[in-house]
């Protein structure tokens, strides 16, 4: 427990830094490869969303998913890939390869929708390759090129407004 404690203070430093040191990126494609990043302990209507998402224009094949649990089991079997905080180096580093391999996906969004700032899914958003990124109000504002100010459970609400702005942003 005072370990993670310790882990957690330095993984913030460590995402402080990154932070400083990012860089906009600026090119305008249209939208055609979604990341989802989910956190399962808010227990979300994920196929609500996905559906949501198909409904506005996006390929239900062109969406992966990859979701965070505070607790992982490793005799259970999970849907989408899952990963925790203690697949989190002290480094602020993932090790499992389907981590690493969401986060060096170019994909043309990521939306990154939990509105609890944990320091694995706080430093996952930062590290992907997504050309944008959207998400929620009530995280680090600098992590995301769009922040949508709804509650979570308001899926339609969320993805309107996400298309809406794509749309004026010239994303889709």
Known sequence: MFLNYIKN???????????????????V??????????DDSTNLNKNLLI?????H????HQIKIIVYKDKINKNEVYSDPTFGFDHLDSNGLFRPQVVNDFIQTPFD???SYYDIEKMALVLLTNESKARFKAGFSTINTNLN????????????????ELFKYLKILKRI
């Open 57 to 60: 224009g996006i390929d239900k």
């Open 109 to 111: 969004l990521l939306i």
């Open 145 to 160: 090129h769009l922040i949508i100010s709804t509650k979570l459970t308001e899926y339609e609400v969320f993805t309107n």
């Open 29 to 38: 494609t249209t939208t055609k490869s979604v990341g989802l990043l989910l």
């Open 9 to 27: 203070i330095w993984l913030k430093k460590i995402l402080k830094n990154k932070l400083h040191n990012s860089k906009c990126n600026s090119v």
């Open 51 to 55: 559906d949501l998402l198909v409904r």
